[in-house]
């Protein structure tokens, strides 16, 4: 029986695993976690996170062949496992040389110090953790210095997986890829894991490289996604100006094969932990290699993003008369994408905190990330009022914010908010979810993204 350890049971090391023990019953995988907390959900009915169809696939491997465990034992963990996927978190850093873009790599080195202080036999060590491209030369080194003679083979396999789609992505991912040393030690580790996915993903969607390109392409496809949402919203800005309507304007140019159809939704802007800090990685290593056009190309789409935040409240301001100070403004979503309670980077998140600098009196509504939301707006949570229940959440409110697109949002019954709110009511709808000429109807200005608003009065906006 082949043996696997996972070292970090976050968003990605969860449920990879929890997919990879279902498809393999002949493999035992054990995640290990230094956080005794998540542990403890991961072995529990109350998952540490939200993902249609977590739970099922937990039920099926959990205790025949999948196991989560604290970081008590973790040298033992690692001296019984083959196989070793790191699936830490690489932040930004936030100190020193490159503090604010290069990635954070401690947690990263502290595992290969651990794995390289426990291991007695030979290990096929797996970067799932995205990382600046050549980490795993520097693993290597840290892995080699061991005295008793025992050999590592540093893989790197990114992990696609898009939270709130995470388990449909794991069960029929668009490609595997895996990269390593053209070594013959290399190729058998390269082999192996390529063995392990063919379980399940078909072989020609399995790819493999060379370690460099496979770490580069992890970074490569977050900033040309996050790219393409930057130059949709940039778009919107200028169809907001010349009433042209940006989904008429995405529809008409995503039919054109060569442009494609996918990932042009204009919006308040991206979220999550992974684009910006990939993106600005990018920029780091850009700038460390000597190629400031190249960095300069790429900081842009942060800037955008930023950019259709900022431009999403000023919005707010203006068409509420220039104030709102004391206004009641209900915030529906707090997850930085639907299908998922992950608020990191959320810019739902963006906006609460640019909404209390107005003054004015927030509410927080989410069907599932309330909890994450109000870990991360920290001190300023107290300033917040969270409420479940969105009609509770717009009562006497001036205005609504949809900011993350759960489909239960589109189908209230906004008939009944809006005789609850205090008149006249707004809604701005920064996912464009919404049936707008209905609730204009029903008595709203609409301010959508994109797109004119539709407005019962003509003052108010510059
Ligand atoms: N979240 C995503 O959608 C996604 C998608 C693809 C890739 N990634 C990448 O995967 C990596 C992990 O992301 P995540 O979202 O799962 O992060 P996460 O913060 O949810 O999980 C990381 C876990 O690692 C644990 N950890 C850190 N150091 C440890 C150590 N020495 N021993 C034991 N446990 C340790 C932490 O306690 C934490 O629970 C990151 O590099 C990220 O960029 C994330």
Redesign the pocket.
Known sequence: MRKILC???????GPTMAVIAKHCPQYEVRV????AD?IAAWNSDQLPIYEPGLKDVIDIARGRNLFFLT?ET?AEQIDWADIIFV????PTKAFGLGAGRAADLQ?WE??AR?ILQHATSPKIIIE????PVRTAEAMSHILNTNSIGVQFDVLSN??????GSAIRDLEEPDRVLIGGHNTPSGQRAIETIVELYANWVPREKIITTNLWSSELS?LVANAFLAQRISSINAISALCEKTEADVEEVAFAIGTDKRIGPHFLRASVGFG???FK??ILNLVYICEQQGLPEVAEYWQQVLKMNEYQGARFVANMVHSMFNSLSGKRIALFGAAFKANTS?TRESPALVVCRELLEERADVILCDPHALENARQDLDEQAEKVNFVADPYQAAKGAHAIAILTEWAYFANLDYHQIYNSMAHPAFIFDGRNILDHQALFKLGFNVYPIGKAPLQHFNHGRT
């Not at 290990?32 to 956080?35: G, R």
């Open positions: 070292i970090g049971a976050g968003y990605v090391g290990v976690d230094m956080n998540r970081d973790i699936s830490v978190n690489t947690f502290k595992t651990q799932k953790s995205t990382l990114p992990e696609f997986l898009a939270e992890k999550g932990s992974c800090k990939d992950d």
